[in-house]
């Protein structure tokens, strides 16, 4: 089970954490992956990280201003969002699975409900 958290309103140029925490499963061995979904918009790939927090990717709106991150001894993944902009606003997902390909490409096993993040200008 995975469960987001930390979303809410924020102005333009704010900061946000979100935290996803993960049970039921070795979240050592799982790429954690995050997705957002704009109204009316397809889900997109935001950030990944691979089992060992070694190894990162992220989608190229949001290079220089999100990082993720994972602490495996608490079960919690991260994602630290920066200098965020109103097309920023979207429901963000966070993902597992032990492919890290497929976590990146929208294919992982587990998915959270979503936390919503607005930014207001």
């Known amino acids: 089970q995975l469960v987001e958290s930390g979303g809410g309103l924020v102005q333009t140029g704010g900061s946000l954490r979100l935290s996803c925490a993960v049970s039921?499963?070795?979240?050592?061995?799982?790429?954690l992956g995050w997705f957002r979904q704009a109204p009316g918009k397809e889900r997109e790939f935001v950030a990944v990280?691979?089992?060992?927090?070694?190894?990162?990717d992220y989608a190229d709106s949001v290079k220089g201003r999100f990082t993720i991150s994972r602490d495996n001894a608490k079960n919690t993944g991260y994602l630290q969002m920066n200098s965020l902009r109103p097309e920023d606003t979207a429901v963000y997902y966070c993902?597992?699975?032990?492919?890290?390909?497929?976590?990146?490409?929208?294919?992982?096993?587990?998915w959270g409900q979503g936390t919503q993040v607005t930014v207001s200008s």
């Open positions: 039921g499963g070795t979240f050592s061995t799982f790429s």
């Open positions: 993902t597992a699975g032990g492919n890290w390909a497929r976590v990146k490409t929208g294919d992982g096993n587990y």
């Open positions: 990280i691979k089992r060992f927090g070694g190894v990162t």
